[in-house]
């Protein structure tokens, strides 16, 4: 089992920047996928990055350019630096661990965006 725990997510103006931190409980060893999604009210959840474990990262059209995942190995953390933040990036941010058949998932961090 693993335990993922996410933060740094509040209300932030349009234009502004966020960090998310997620924490796993412990070390992931071999193959994984880890990923940030995000669910805004009446909307399916989105997946908007992704991390393997060779450091590839992926990210979603509507966050391109703007948001960056990154990890660091040693915390067992990864990120989401959110830049140039709209109202529409208002939602739920969860992360989430795949590995083999185990899916692991936080419990979710609130960011809004309103001025």
């Known amino acids: 089992q693993v335990q993922l725990v996410e933060s740094g997510g509040g209300l932030v103006q349009p234009g502004g920047s966020l960090r998310l931190s997620c924490a796993a409980s412990?070390?992931?060893?071999?193959?994984?996928?880890m990923a940030w999604h995000r669910q805004a009210p009446g909307n399916e959840r989105e997946r908007i990055a992704t991390?393997?474990?060779?450091?590839?990262?992926t990210y979603a059209d509507s966050v391109k350019g703007r948001f960056t995942i990154s990890r660091d190995v040693a915390k067992n953390t990864i990120y989401l630096q959110m830049n140039a933040l709209k109202p529409e990036d208002t939602a739920v941010y969860y992360c989430?661990?795949?590995?083999?058949?185990?899916?692991?998932w936080g419990q979710g961090t609130q960011v809004t965006v309103s001025s």
């Open positions: 412990r070390t992931v060893f071999g193959t994984y996928i």
């Open positions: 991390i393997v474990t060779g450091g590839a990262t």
């Open positions: 989430n661990l795949i590995k083999g058949p185990e899916n692991y």
